[in-house]
């Protein structure tokens, strides 16, 4: 076995535990996700909901943000974890944090309880993002 696939397997390992973490009792959608980072190790999230329903964080932004605030901005790819058949994409909001620390060519794989189910790249899913910095003057 090559070492990309038992690291992502370790990652989607870590994705299902993070996922256990998951508070959604609105939806009862758990997610988790696993961001390993070019350094090695692994940052992991879940979906955190709040009853104003605005307030919740999805698993991926929530592993992204845990990353960064741990001064971590450098990423090798990214595990997420549904139940669902065929399994869940990052959402639109978590594609544009993804898109600003991390190249098109960056991995994200889709997993469900059984496995890994598929893998995009970050510009096949988000081949247009927002960057502020390359459209405004002021930064
Ligand atoms: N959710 C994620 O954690 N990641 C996504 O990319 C899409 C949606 C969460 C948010 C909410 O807690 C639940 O799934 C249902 O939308």
């Not at 992502?8 to 961001?35: H, M, T």
């Not at 988000?126 to 910095?133: D, G, K, R, S, V």
Request: charged share 15%.
């Amino acid at each position: 076995m090559n070492n990309a696939f038992v690291d992502i397997q370790k990652s989607w390992d870590l994705a299902c535990s993070a996922r256990k973490n998951s508070y959604s009792p609105y939806s009862r959608f758990a997610v988790g996700a696993a961001l390993t980072l070019r350094t090695g190790g692994t940052v992991t999230g879940c979906n955190v909901e709040n009853a104003s329903y605005g307030g919740t964080v999805c698993a991926e932004r929530t592993a992204v943000f845990a990353a960064v605030a741990q001064g971590y901005r450098d990423f090798e790819h990214l595990v997420v974890v549904t139940e669902t058949t065929p399994a869940s994409p990052p959402c639109a909001f978590c594609l544009g944090v993804l898109a600003e620390f991390c190249p098109p060519d960056f991995p994200i794989y889709l997993a469900n309880l059984k496995g890994i189910e598929k893998s995009f790249t970050l510009g096949e899913l988000l081949p247009h993002p927002f960057q502020l910095a390359k459209n405004s003057t002021l930064l």
